[in-house]
């Protein structure tokens, strides 16, 4: 597997990681733990060593599985979780308050059976928390040894300026992919500009761009994809354009649709890695191949020509969640 640092931290992750929420939280099919363990130790046998968690999946069970998963690995991986999101009263809320940040960095490391996390996210900002103050608690673990790395997930440009000037962040990680383009507006000069690497989540967009999900697809009550805009019939529909576009550059690559579409996130920048998540040992080995398939310039050239003719259809979250993003 080639290597890739984040930015200018230093820190160097498998170009393709593997994002863990899927494995037992928020989609219909999910793994028994045995199984889950399992699939992330065979990632790290094909040479993944970067792994996305956090402490609302599950919640604190993706992190248990994860820690016990990698735990025989531990010197040779990387592990990302992430902090600022409790449950209150069936609802999820962010929290970034200092005593909060402490107790979730303790149940983290419990969870994860580790002594230090390598990446700790702030999952969503916390508009009644200044990012100073977050910054400041990151500043303390990292002198503390508890995190050796901080990031910030889905925030805007002006919150990675303030955090960035307090404590250096080494990543940001945002969604990302042909059908969620929006950080290539402000997101991605920011962080080329202060030397910040960057994590694309649902790179897949959650699933679609393997190729895998038609125009007639349901989802369960207990899949989040049955309460996205993106996701209802008409926007299934109107979106297999793209599809068509990622089949077409797939057979002229002798590749498949998730690959071009892993491949064509990693000829951005080089300081990129996308964090797919799959259930499935022979989708794993299909997105770790996407590392050795390379687009040149003027097949991105072409790719992009395409898209920007192309127009997605339907939201990417519900309102509320959406609100949650970009502050």
């Not at 060593?49 to 016990?68: I, K, R």
């Not at 983290?108 to 996390?117: F, G, P």
């Not at 945002?174 to 383009?181: A, F, P």
């Given at each position: ?5 984040l ?18 939280f928020?989609?219909?099919q999910?793994?028994?733990k045995?199984?889950a363990?399992?699939?992330?130790r065979?990632a ?6 970067f ?10 069970t993706?992190?248990?599985l994860?820690?016990?998963?990698l ?6 991986v ?15 809320v962010?929290d ?40 400041w608690?990151?500043k303390?673990?990292?002198r ?6 901080w990031g ?5 440009v ?8 307090v404590?250096?962040v080494?990543?940001?990680?945002n969604?990302?992919s ?7 507006d ?12 960057f ?11 393997t ?5 007639d697809?349901?989802?369960?009550k207990n899949?989040f994809?049955s ?5 209802t019939?008409?926007a299934l529909?109107?979106?297999?354009v793209?599809l ?25 920048k ?9 259930t ?5 080995e299909?997105?770790?191949?996407a ?10 050239k ?8 192309i ?11 959406e609100?949650?993003?970009g502050?």
């Amino acid at each position: 597997m080639r290597k890739r640092q984040l930015g200018k931290s230093g820190l160097e992750v498998s170009a393709i990681g593997f994002g863990c929420m899927g494995l037992n939280f928020a989609y219909s099919q999910t793994l028994e733990k045995k199984d889950a363990i399992a699939l992330l130790r065979a990632a790290v046998e094909r040479g993944v060593t970067f792994f996305d968690t956090a402490e609302l999946y599950g919640p604190f069970t993706n992190e248990e599985l994860v820690g016990e998963a990698l735990k025989p690995y531990r010197d040779r991986v990387v592990i990302a979780t992430k902090f600022g999101i409790k449950l209150q009263d069936g609802k999820q809320v962010p929290d970034s308050s200092p005593a909060r940040i402490r107790q979730s960095v303790e149940g983290s490391l419990k969870r994860l059976s580790t002594d230090v996390i390598d990446l700790y996210y702030q999952h969503r900002v916390d508009a009644s928390t200044p990012i100073e103050d977050v910054a400041w608690v990151m500043k303390d673990l990292i002198r503390e040894g508890k995190i050796k790395h901080w990031g910030l997930s889905e925030p805007g440009v002006q919150t990675v300026r303030r955090a960035h000037a307090v404590q250096p962040v080494t990543t940001v990680e945002n969604e990302y992919s042909m059908w969620w383009r929006r950080p290539e507006d402000e997101m991605l000069p920011v962080l080329e500009e202060l030397g910040i690497g960057f994590v694309p989540y649902s790179p897949l967009g959650k699933g679609f761009l393997t190729g895998s999900i038609g125009k007639d697809a349901e989802f369960a009550k207990n899949d989040f994809r049955s309460i996205v805009p993106r996701f209802t019939p008409d926007a299934l529909a109107a979106n297999q354009v793209l599809l068509d576009l990622l089949r077409d550059v797939a057979a002229q690559k002798k590749a498949t649709p998730a690959q071009i579409a892993l491949a064509w996130l990693l000829g951005q920048k080089p300081w990129i890695v996308p964090i797919p998540g799959t259930t499935k040992l022979s989708r794993l080995e299909e997105n770790i191949g996407a590392a050795d398939l390379k687009l040149a310039p003027d097949d991105l050239k072409r790719i992009d020509d395409a898209l920007n003719r192309i127009t997605i259809m339907g939201g990417r979250y519900p309102e509320e969640l959406e609100r949650r993003t970009g502050l």
